[in-house]
């Protein structure tokens, strides 16, 4: 086995573990609370059938609204000013379900926008992150905020010159530690939002040069699927002869054209089969296309 399969194996395994670890935890904490609350809600829903004597549809279409009008309680959610917080929280991937798009247009927006939601906010959170460290680089270091900006955006690509380097002066690396935790905080989550920006966009031109190859192919095989080569001579698939060399001996016999190269038309038809047996016929192989 390839060692690229024996790594994927591994990280499905390794994550299929995970899960299951992580679902026994989770069953362990969580399912008794759950069991509990179930129980308890059903005695309230039972007294509540009793007491104002609802039947079984009538209390189902009061839970309906109920979970309906749960949204509008906050007032209304599309409104410009909703609207820009549903965006908000799109952009950020984190969807609350607070609201949600009901029209099919609404939808169908919210899935073409989605698409670039995730490099867009990758770029600005490495925007926020670098202008943010060269403000508090600027700061600690007395560097001018640029000078910060040009330290923070070549850590973070991982240039390093070194003509810059924090946690340098004032023997700030034993006298202060928060600013050393937050100098570590900054490169190492910095690191991981720029480089899942640089893995977004790398993927982004694979797949468009995987459509492109996809795209040659699928048009050479389109050229190709009616046309053969066999024996120097090139035969479509209906068996019309486009271009070649046929032998005299064939004569006016020859009605159809197979792909065999002794075209299968019978006892000593042609020059192959010159000192064959009259009764002998020759066994045509088979093409599949």
């Known amino acids: ?133 060269a403000a508090v680089f600027s700061r600690y270091e007395g560097w001018t905020y640029f000078d910060s900006f040009y330290y923070c955006f070549v850590t973070l690509t991982t240039i390093g010159f070194g003509d810059y380097v924090a946690l340098q002066n004032d023997q700030a690396l034993t006298q202060k530690p928060g600013y050393v935790a937050l100098s570590l905080v900054f490169i190492l989550f910095g690191l991981a939002v720029v480089a899942a920006s640089i893995n977004l966009l790398v993927l982004r031109f694979m797949t468009m040069n995987a459509e492109d190859v996809r795209r040659e192919d699928v048009e050479l095989q389109a050229s190709t699927e009616h046309v053969i080569t066999l024996d120097d001579d090139v035969v479509n698939v209906n068996g019309k002869l486009l271009a070649g060399h046929i032998g005299t001996a064939m004569g006016s016999d020859v009605d159809q054209i197979s792909v065999c190269s002794c075209t299968c038309l019978g006892p000593a038809k042609c020059q192959s089969h010159v000192f064959l047996e009259p009764g002998y016929q020759p066994r045509c192989r088979k093409f599949l296309f």
């Open 1 to 133: 086995m390839k060692r690229q399969n024996v790594r994927t194996l591994s990280l499905v395994v390794c994550t299929f573990t995970y899960l299951l670890i992580g679902a026994a935890v989770f069953d362990a904490l969580e399912s008794e609370t759950e069991y509990k609350r179930g129980k308890f809600l059903e005695e309230v829903r039972d007294n509540l059938k009793r007491k104002y004597k609802i039947s079984d549809e009538d209390y189902k279409m009061v839970e309906v609204i109920i979970i309906e009008s749960k949204p509008h309680k906050a007032g209304p959610q599309w409104k410009f000013t909703g609207a820009f917080y549903f965006a908000t929280v799109v952009l950020a991937m984190i969807g609350y379900g607070h609201s949600t798009p009901v029209t099919i247009a609404g939808k169908a927006f919210c899935m073409e926008a989605t698409e670039m939601n995730l490099m867009m906010a990758t770029g600005l959170l490495s925007s926020i992150i670098i202008t943010t460290g």
